[in-house]
């Protein structure tokens, strides 16, 4: 009995320990993903696949805190458009919105997590221009180059195609600016929520460029960081 309650608290110690050393980890690797460009990310976790894995344990710590996690908002908003409207997730992680609904949805991140994910950079996908009807970001304009990949989900979407963005609020210096930036580069808005006082949704409608007066080349997103507990 005695060996059995020391066996018990050392595994408690362990899974503390773990705990400890996972939120430690998902910090550097969460402040890293926010500082560095697509191709350093990649070259990271392909260096290192394990941190993927201690990101995603990290990330999904967090989502579980959440009054409201915007990727089931957005899963709502596209099985009210109907399974016939195609998707293409940038940065999917786990491809929740792919293991959701019945649409054909392309599911892209740097690491292949499960059955559903294609590997693929956010700023160059595998898919051919104006191919599907929405393109999401949901947390996942991270990296110095985001706005490559907003050009990108422009690229693959078809004419009038919808562009959905959730991002954490804090991230956006000004939201009047940021969405005047991505209209700039030819989309119309549709919408512009903030469901709770951490996130906001915005919805867009592809149209044609407007003249460039460097609203899009100016888009800044801060990084999100998250407190040492």
């Known amino acids: 009995a005695v060996v059995s309650t020391q066996s018990t608290g050392i595994t ?23 500082t560095c460009s697509a191709e350093e990310a990649a070259a990271l976790f392909e260096k290192k696949p394990e941190l993927f894995d201690v990101y995603h344990r990290g990330f999904t710590a967090q989502v579980q805190k959440w009054e409201v996690n915007p990727v089931d908002r957005i899963i709502e908003l596209i099985r ?83 562009l959905v963005i959730a991002e954490v609020s804090s991230r956006i210096p000004n939201v009047t600016e940021f969405v005047a930036g991505v209209e700039e580069l030819g989309f119309k808005t549709l919408q512009k929520e903030e469901p709770n006082s951490f996130f906001t949704e915005m919805i867009f409608k592809k149209i044609k460029p407007k003249e460039n007066k460097g609203l899009f080349e100016s888009l800044e997103l801060k990084p999100c960081t998250y407190k040492k507990r």
């Open 80 to 162: 009210s458009r109907g399974d016939a409207v195609s998707v293409a997730d940038f940065g999917c992680g786990d491809a929740k919105i792919a293991q959701s609904v019945t649409n054909p949805v392309y599911s892209f991140d740097l690491v292949q997590t499960n059955d559903h994910v294609i590997v693929a950079n956010s700023n160059k996908v595998p898919l051919g221009n104006k191919s599907v009807d929405i393109a999401v970001f949901c947390l996942s304009l991270m990296g110095t180059d985001f706005k490559d990949f907003i050009r990108e989900a422009r690229r693959v979407l078809k004419s009038k195609g919808t």
């Open 12 to 34: 408690k110690l362990k899974g503390k320990f773990q705990k400890k050393l996972d939120a430690s980890q998902f910090r550097y690797i969460n402040e890293k993903l926010y």
